[in-house]
């Protein structure tokens, strides 16, 4: 299980920065329930959960920024569709 978390988490680290390198409110989204879904494994190592918390938190306040600056533009927020891109969205219809 260790093993797992850690990739998982590792992962959702990667979308973190990846999202804040090109500015991504999906992706950073994407990072946060990632995390959020780590965080609630069982026998979850304390090391890891310590650093899993302050990336949550971490993607949450990117996440919170980069709606408010597409809401500044008059842009849709994707909060909350981590699941589908905004092009997932569209094919399915």
């Known amino acids: ?20 390198r090109c500015g991504s409110e999906w992706l950073a989204n994407v990072a946060y ?6 965080l609630s494994l069982p026998n979850l190592a304390p090391s890891i959960a310590s650093v ?3 990336k ?11 709606a ?11 909060a909350g569709c981590a699941d589908e891109p905004d092009g997932a969205r569209k094919r399915k219809r």
Not at 56 to 66: F, I
Request: glycine share 4%.
């Open 68 to 78: 408010e600056e597409a809401a500044e533009r008059g842009e849709a927020s994707v």
């Open 1 to 20: 299980l260790t093993g797992r978390s850690e990739a998982r988490a590792s992962a959702a680290n990667m979308a973190l920065r990846e999202a804040a």
């Open 52 to 54: 899993c918390q302050a």
């Open 56 to 66: 949550r938190q971490e993607a949450e306040q990117l996440r919170d920024r980069l």
């Open 33 to 38: 329930e990632e995390l959020d879904r780590v």
